[in-house]
């Protein structure tokens, strides 16, 4: 049995700490909240700049209580993720978030599998954002498309040590299901497409999606399965508001790392 | 007797009287950071032990419901 409870968060490296005035985000989330910790020492192997050891973080929780939280953590890094490489899908009845964005008017499809029509820019995460059916089809209130250069190890992390449930695989593509830890205990889809560089290194603080965010009922020991993939950083507090949560995260710098947190109740 | 024990708990967590047993998480009493402390303070007062499964909106949004899943837990022991 997975120690991972479900998503909470998703993190992303950002050149702004909040999102714009008009922002279509800003219809789905509750005003941000601000915090700032040192985090210096057990991010060190996760940053590529020195200089963003201080984690100023904006959360924005989910005013439907329906989407994990969305963190954004400002970076001053000037290497991006490619915006191809990582995105946000809704489903249909969201339509409206996409008001006022500029539209590519694509249908694009992901390994043949995933189609997204309504593919739009968000400038200020960044992050690509569309729309698929493939979330009311599983259930899904949100989620979200990355691409690894390793997908057994990804699928290892979400499937055998995350929790996930998966849907579809095969040697380039792995679909999941997982529940968010939010008021509805919603359902978020994973999508995981085989592609990169192996060799190229990503970091916390390249600007785009950096981490998944999830909720464990203890910090977990890193599998034997999954020890050449991944490392851990020491251990480190978390104080949002009156909570107080312990974390760790479980990173390989090539793809998303994993941010995962329990409560602190010490 | 564990409705009651029940009940202080989420007022403990939440820090204020209970004043209703339906619609917890709906009405914003629990939201899911107090839902994941309140299955730490079950699991420390009565010895469960609770899944990612438990984590459902029906499960958590009435005092009824968490009963009986508290109940359910107690039964498997």
Request: charged letters at 25%; one cysteine or more; hydrophobic letters at 40%.
């Amino acid at each position: 049995m997975s120690e991972i409870l479900g998503l909470s968060h998703l993190i992303f490296s950002s050149p702004s700490r909040i999102l714009q005035g008009g922002s279509p985000l800003e219809k789905l989330f509750f005003r941000p909240v601000f915090e700032s910790f040192d985090h210096s020492e057990p991010k060190k192997a996760l940053l590529r700049l020195k200089t963003d050891e201080r984690t100023n973080l904006t959360l924005y929780a989910s005013a439907e209580g329906d989407l994990p939280a969305i963190e954004l953590i400002p970076s001053k890094c000037e290497i991006s993720r490619p915006l191809t490489s990582y995105g946000m899908i809704f489903p249909e009845n969201r339509k409206e978030i996409f008001d006022g964005l500029q539209k590519f008017q694509l249908t694009a499809k992901f390994a043949e599998k995933l189609s997204f029509t309504k593919v739009c820019i968000l400038e200020e995460i960044p992050s690509l954002i569309a729309i698929s059916p493939e979330l009311e089809k599983h259930s899904c209130s949100m989620g979200a498309w990355i691409q690894v250069p390793n997908i057994s190890s990804s699928v290892d992390f979400f499937a055998n040590f995350a929790g996930s449930k998966i849907i579809e695989q095969t040697e380039d593509y792995a679909l999941f299901t997982i529940k968010v830890m939010n008021k509805k205990f919603s359902t978020f889809l994973i999508s995981i497409f085989k592609g990169g560089n192996s060799g190229q290194n990503f970091y916390n603080d390249d600007i785009g999606l950096a981490a998944f965010g999830w909720f464990a009922k203890k910090i977990p020991q890193i599998p034997e399965k999954l020890t050449n993939s991944y490392s851990v950083s020491p251990e480190f507090g978390i104080n949002i508001k009156d909570k107080k949560f312990k974390a760790v995260f479980f990173y390989d710098n090539k793809s998303q790392s994993n941010e995962i947190m329990v409560m602190d109740r010490t | 007797m564990n409705r009651e024990k029940i009940k202080a708990i989420i007022e403990e967590i939440t820090g204020r009287a209970l004043e209703r047993e339906n619609e917890l998480l709906g009405s914003g009493i629990l939201d899911s950071m107090m839902t994941m402390m309140l299955v730490g303070r079950l699991e420390e007062e009565f010895g469960l032990n609770f899944d990612a499964e438990d984590f459902t909106h029906h499960n958590f949004n009435s005092m009824d419901a968490i009963k009986k899943l508290v109940s359910d837990k107690m039964n498997l022991l």
